[in-house]
């Protein structure tokens, strides 16, 4: 695999997210494969943050740590990242906004300093358009014309008016002469053959995309980051299926809204971050009690409390399980890329609507706001399955909402659509929904929702397999880390090993057939985004097995291919 780098650093508020969107399309129409990440501080304006883009001749889903073009919008940029940067990598900053330190690093015959407001505002055009200066000098690293990028330009800036569009071309093609002018056609990353459309997508696209497609018709939700992206989407997206947003004064409205609607019979949905989802426990319990399906999802960050809110961290995988007080079924899921990502809502909704219950997708930060081009999805894949749903004819007057059933699925029938329709408020109650007190009434039904839980075991989600078929050495992962560890695993094939990578998109009830998969000899390594070790935790718990090693990430920042590679310890195909 070719790849190619480039980071843009600045401080909250310089624009460095708008190069980096800009760059992502054209990207994206030349050809190429990317996958994008961005980091960025609790704060509006000031601070250091960052926008990656890594972009290949063949699929990627994780980062390098090496930098081959670094755009400084600030001082920091250069100061932390010299040290990414690769012996033939390029750095192009602003002079206006280095101090003496970052000044005299600039004086090396790689580093190029081009004033990206003042290129703008020499050619008539507010300062503002110094993001296409910096887009275009960008661009004459990685072709030899404009065509793609101005066309980016144009369908980004079209709604704005021609003047617009013209202006910011113009500056782009000042950052772009100026590049070419001082070091001329440099070699380029060689384009990959166009192999037909490709979406360019982030988790927060994704999911919420997902679930309009699987036929979410409400959803409620209270802004959290890093969830809030899927309320925006389904906010401007959503009224184009007649899909409903509502933004909720906190998160035990939003859910209690969400079950209420899920109860008369539309697809319905939330979404948080873990404070919220904490907040979400009493009613998670509620849905559980009275059988109403009802999807959450819950964009993990670095807790405890607020810890860093705008970071990424796996360590609500536990809290998920566990979800709430008392025992009912319930099934929690981990998508690893926006293509899962966007399958798995589907299945996220039908398991809670056949089997009656709560769903938690997990996401998390690097998930949600990671870009990657994914093929176009085939929705003849998304299978709409609403379980036993009955109408007021077929239940007849004596309908028993929780009747005992062999499989413990009761049918369902909405309210309005019969004579009348009984739910318990969250009571212990009988099969009409009535409050009981009586031990033996309260077996049986506790017998009856558990039943299911058996059967969305059996259909759990199979794991996810790459690499070795006879590997030597397994590396076993959930949600985020999914593209890292595919990634570690081809690096140590090609090196002489024989290694497998697990993914799990399904993280409970756990797939049945994990247990040969653990089982089998040679050395297993768990690989999560926590201190401490929540699915190891998990796997142990199911299914009594204690692995060689682990691999874990605490400080908020996302695991790739390296950090898993330099923490193997003696490699793992010693021993």
Known sequence: MQTFNIKIGGEAGQGLVSIGNILLRAITQEGWHLFAHQDYESRIRGGHNFFQIRLANKPVASWENEIDVLVALDETTIILGQGELRSSGVVIYDPGVLGEKAKELGNQPNYLGLPFGQIAEELGQPKIVANAAAAG????????????????????????????????????????????????????????????????????????????SAGLKFMSAYPMTPA??????????????????????????????AIGASYTGVRAMTATSGGGFALMTEALSLAGSAEIPIVVINAMRPGPSTGLPTRTEQGDLSFA????????????????????????????????????????????????????????????????????????????????????????????????????????AGDEHDEKGHLIEDGETRQKMMEKRMTKQGLVEKRAMEPVLCGSEEPDATLIGFGSTKGAIAEAVRALNEGGCKVQGVHLPQVFPLPESLDAILQRPGRKFIVEGNYSGQLEALLASRFAVKPTGSIRRYDGRPINAQYILDRLRGGVCDG
Do not use: C
Request: without cysteine.
């Open 137 to 212: 000098a960008i661009w004459a690293l990685l072709s030899d014309d404009l065509i793609t990028l101005h066309q980016t330009l144009d369908v980004m800036f079209g709604s704005k008016g021609k003047k617009v569009v013209e202006g910011n071309q113009k500056v782009a093609t000042a950052g772009f002469d100026k590049v070419r002018e001082v070091m001329g056609s440099r070699s380029k990353p060689a384009k990959p053959e166009r192999q037909g459309e490709r979406l360019l997508l982030k988790g927060n696209d994704a999911l919420p995309l997902g679930a309009l």
């Open 228 to 257: 809030t992206g899927v309320t925006e989407f389904i906010a401007e997206y959503g009224r184009e299926v007649s899909a409903v947003m509502e933004q909720a004064e906190d998160e035990i409205s939003a859910i209690n809204m």
């Open 321 to 424: 399980v566990a979800m709430s007080f008392g025992d009912f079924p319930r099934a929690v899921f981990a998508p690893g890329d926006p293509e899962e990502a966007f399958y798995l809502m589907g299945e996220a909704f039908n398991v809670a609507e056949e089997y009656q219950m709560p769903v938690v997708v997990l996401s998390d930060q690097h998930l949600a706001d990671s870009y990657t081009t994914v093929p176009p999805f085939d929705l003849g894949r998304v299978k709409i399955k609403r379980g036993k749903v009955v109408s007021g004819a077929e239940a007849g007057p004596d309908y028993l909402r929780y009747a005992y059933t062999k499989d413990g699925i009761s049918p369902r029938l909405y309210p309005g659509f019969g004579d009348g329709v009984v739910v318990s």
